[in-house]
């Protein structure tokens, strides 16, 4: 079974930067788009920002772009999102998932890992 | 920024009965949308993409339909393990900005 586990997340102050990581198993990593979703506590998901297979193309949301950057490393199957200029609207539960093989299929996830929350206050 | 609006906010159903879940978009987005489940303290869990395609492993009272701006996801007959909150993804626009719905909540009636 496919697994994602993220780690990197706690408390930091507003302004602060936090680095995520995702550390992805039992699958081929390197042939999938990849994405963080992130969850405010008590609401709905909000798509944070995805990757190309290579790390070539990268998106993101435009509350974060500037601020946040996602990247990849293949050998060490894992996926990163360092955030810095942390605000209190970025407290949230963020989760690593999977998309697909190809460009029109990376707008779906099919695996998530169990997310790792960040707190963002002073 | 396409708008994802689902209906309604919270469906009360008994065991055994149909629910029926809605999702509009503010502009078309073809089929390109994605039904998710969660429940408390979980991630989500992908049920339906390409507006009607089951994912893998995802029971077949489980069925997705619409396209454009009206979508749809209908849970035949409520089991136990269904009432979750449901939330509805559009991922038509390139590059991404892809967006959710606010979640329905289905609860036990």
């Known amino acids: 079974e496919v697994q994602l586990v993220e780690s990197g997340g706690g408390l930091v102050q507003p302004g602060g930067s936090l680095r995520l990581s995702c550390a992805a198993s039992?699958?081929?990593?390197?042939?999938?788009?990849m994405s963080w979703v992130r969850q405010a506590p008590g609401k709905g998901l909000e798509w944070v920002a995805n990757?190309?297979?290579?790390?070539?193309?990268?998106y993101y949301v435009d509350s974060v772009k500037g601020r946040f950057t996602i990247s990849r490393d293949n050998a060490k199957n894992s996926l990163y999102l360092q955030m810095n200029s942390l605000r209190a609207e970025d407290t949230a539960v963020y989760y690593c998932a999977r998309g697909g093989l190809t460009a029109a299929s990376s707008g779906w996830f099919d695996y998530w890992g169990q997310g790792t929350l960040v707190t963002v206050s002073s | 920024e396409i708008v994802m609006t689902q209906s309604p906010a919270t469906l009360s159903v008994s065991p055994g009965e149909r629910a029926t879940l809605s999702c509009r978009a503010s502009?078309?987005?073809?089929?390109?949308l994605a039904w998710y489940q969660q429940k408390p303290g979980q991630a989500p869990r992908l049920l339906i993409y390409g507006a009607s395609t089951r994912a893998t492993g995802i029971p077949a009272r489980f069925s997705g339909s619409g396209s454009g701006t009206e979508f749809t996801l209908t849970i035949s007959s409520l089991q136990s393990e269904d009432f979750a909150v449901y939330y509805c993804q559009q991922y038509n626009n390139w590059p991404p900005n892809w967006t959710f719905g606010q979640g329905t909540k289905v609860e036990i009636k």
């Open positions: 990757i190309k297979q290579d790390g070539s193309e990268k």
């Open positions: 039992r699958f081929t990593f390197s042939s999938y788009w």
């Open positions: 502009q078309s987005v073809s089929s390109n």
